[in-house]
């Protein structure tokens, strides 16, 4: 199966599972990986791509075994492993999780359900928006938030990214290699990526950082045109030309599907013990969605390792 040849191989879903994931990112495949090693029914639900949000990410560097790779290669490996040790992966929205005492239920927005004794959430996070006006009327029109998909829309333009993190750093160094020129726009007096990733931007020529400033909004007519900017301390407006606006200024957890059911912080970030157990037995959160110091692969893989581990020593 292809990267994008999504449904077209989707499991059959059976009425019962050991363990049952919701998300198919690097936390849920390694979860599947260890499930299956350990002999487990196990089925993992994706509404999207399997690969999960690395699959967005267009070189992946701090993998361990792999100096560099295409993050869409990356994510259809951790996909192709969790298969081989016959890990089911089902193509659905589910939109719905019950917990009973022995069980827990998943429903799917079709209505049909999956019962299990161990469920992982391992939902991921999604781009934070910035909420200035015509970032929604724009989007797909010029406002993006991955590089990876649509940086070669905009090969020989001039383009924005909005952020200074290790995201906005690593993805304007890969739009500098197609568009004529890049601004990164960051609302702090300094960068906040990992310092080899700073050296790349500011030895690039192509790479312009303004810093100190917020974006006001995007403007244009049918499509991005110009966005205003404003400086933090003077509130002094300035308007830049452009062809694209990328966004990188952080990332919200997936977890609505258990909002009522586990115990989550005001940021909506599940809280986990250190097996990756939610308040609720039989329930664990793995990768981004949990409250932790560093979010990266390495730590969603390890996270779904450790969940499987416990789970089928206490559950299984």
């Known amino acids: 199966m292809g990267l994008f040849d999504i449904g077209s191989m989707s499991a059959e879903v059976k009425e019962y599972y050991d363990i049952v994931i919701i998300g198919a990112g690097p936390a849920g495949l390694t979860a599947a990986i260890y499930a299956r090693r350990a002999g487990l029914t196990v089925l993992v639900i994706e509404k999207a791509i399997e690969g999960g949000a690395v699959t967005q990410t267009h070189i992946v560097e701090n993998w361990p075994g792999e100096i560099s790779i295409e993050g869409q290669i990356l994510g259809q490996k951790f996909a192709d492993h969790a298969k081989h040790f016959g890990a089911e992966i089902h193509y659905a929205f589910a939109q719905k999780v019950t917990a009973e005492r022995e069980y827990k239920i998943v429903e799917f927005d079709n209505g049909s359900t999956v ?56 993805e304007s160094h890969f739009l500098a290699k ?77 977890t609505e599907i258990v909002k009522d059911v586990v115990t989550m912080n005001d940021y909506g970030y599940i809280i986990t013990d250190e097996n990756m157990e939610t308040n609720v037995p039989g329930i664990y959160a793995v990768g981004d969605i949990r409250i932790k110091s560093l979010r990266q692969i390495v730590t969603a893989t390890a996270d779904g390792a450790i969940a499987v581990e416990h789970a089928a020593k206490k559950y299984l």
Not at 117 to 139: C, D, H, M, N, Y
Not at 143 to 159: E, I, N, Q, R, S
Request: charged share 25%; aromatic share 6%.
């Open 178 to 254: 197609i568009v004529n020129s890049v601004t990164m726009i960051q609302n702090l007096p300094y960068l906040t990526a990992a310092k080899v990733l700073q050296e790349r931007i500011l030895n690039d020529p192509k790479i312009k950082v303004v810093t100190n400033h917020v974006v006001k909004e995007i403007r244009g007519n049918k499509k991005v045109e110009e966005i205003v900017i404003t400086h933090n301390e003077t509130n002094e407006e300035t308007v830049i030309k452009t062809d694209g606006v990328f966004i990188y200024v952080g990332l919200l957890p997936k």
């Open 115 to 170: 019962k299990c004794k161990v469920l992982i959430i391992a939902t991921g996070t999604e781009p934070r928006k910035l909420g200035v006006p015509g970032e929604s009327e724009f989007r797909g029109k010029g406002v993006t938030y991955c590089a990876a998909c649509d940086g070669y829309l905009f090969k020989d333009k001039d383009v924005v990214v909005i952020g200074g993190g290790d995201s906005a750093c690593d």
